[in-house]
């Protein structure tokens, strides 16, 4: 009974969380986004400061990248990080926030880039659905049977916490690093440049005098980067989690 309990645990549910997240109908994964998307305006982002030369620049570079994901109606937008510092998340919805201080710490547009692209990754997997799934099982399973949206609002209110407090799964990341790299080297792109940002983020964090700082959630820190991860990066390609 316990064996049986640990491989339901281990393998049925996030198979039955990943089947659900691809048949929820598109309205679910709009409110989720606008429900999280709300919750870090109010509580943790500001308006960015960044200029609307670079903004635009940033758009223009990643317009390539956004027309070849039309099924994800991406929308790329910018905000001032602050306490949560150089970091991005990708919202159910498709779309995708980049913080002030990440786009700062960048030293190529590529290596921003190669962060979307990782992003997209997640959006295309739908990764946060599945971890917000796995906690409301029943709920979600319901609303996959009904469709219906209209009352079930509050099984989303999770989904800022988990996006901003919890780093994905070793199978997450993993998916998603094979994404991005499939479509970088497709598109010529050298995908070390995702490693040079992230250890730049790591050396800025270790460095950084602000303790307070470091409570908060850094890319790093919701989505964990490994030695390994990073050489693979670094080679061109990824090596399977553990």
């Known amino acids: 009974m316990i064996l049986f309990l640990w491989l339901g645990i281990r393998f049925g549910v996030p198979a039955l969380a990943k089947m659900i ?11 989720a986004g606008q429900q999280t998307l709300s919750f870090l305006d109010q509580s943790l982002l500001r308006p960015s400061q960044l200029t609307e030369t670079e903004r635009n620049r940033l758009l223009a570079h990643f317009q390539p990248v956004v027309q070849n994901h039309p099924k994800e109606k991406l929308t790329i937008q910018f905000r001032k990080g602050g306490k949560i510092g ?14 002030d201080e990440m786009v700062k710490l960048a030293r190529h547009d590529d290596e921003l880039l190669a962060v979307l692209v990782h992003e997209i990754g997640h959006v295309v997997q739908r990764h946060g659905m599945r971890t917000l799934i796995q906690d409301s099982l029943l709920g979600f399973a319901l609303l996959a049977i009904t469709g219906d949206v209209s009352g079930s609002s509050e099984l989303f209110l999770g989904l800022p916490v988990l996006l901003t407090q919890l780093a994905y799964s070793r199978g997450f990341e993993s998916e998603a690093d094979q994404y991005a790299l499939n479509y970088l080297r497709a598109h010529d792109i050298a995908p070390v440049h995702f490693a040079r940002l992230m250890r ?16 908060w959630m850094n890319y790093l820190s919701t989505h964990p980067l490994t030695e390994k991860r990073l050489r693979g990066f670094e080679a061109g390609q990824t090596q399977p989690a553990d």
């Open 86 to 99: 150089p970091n991005a998340f990708a919202l159910p919805d498709g779309t995708i926030l980049f913080t």
């Open 200 to 215: 730049r983020i790591d050396s800025k964090m270790k460095d950084s005098p602000d303790s307070e700082a470091k409570k």
């Open 21 to 31: 997240a691809f048949r929820l109908p598109p309205a679910a994964f709009t409110l």
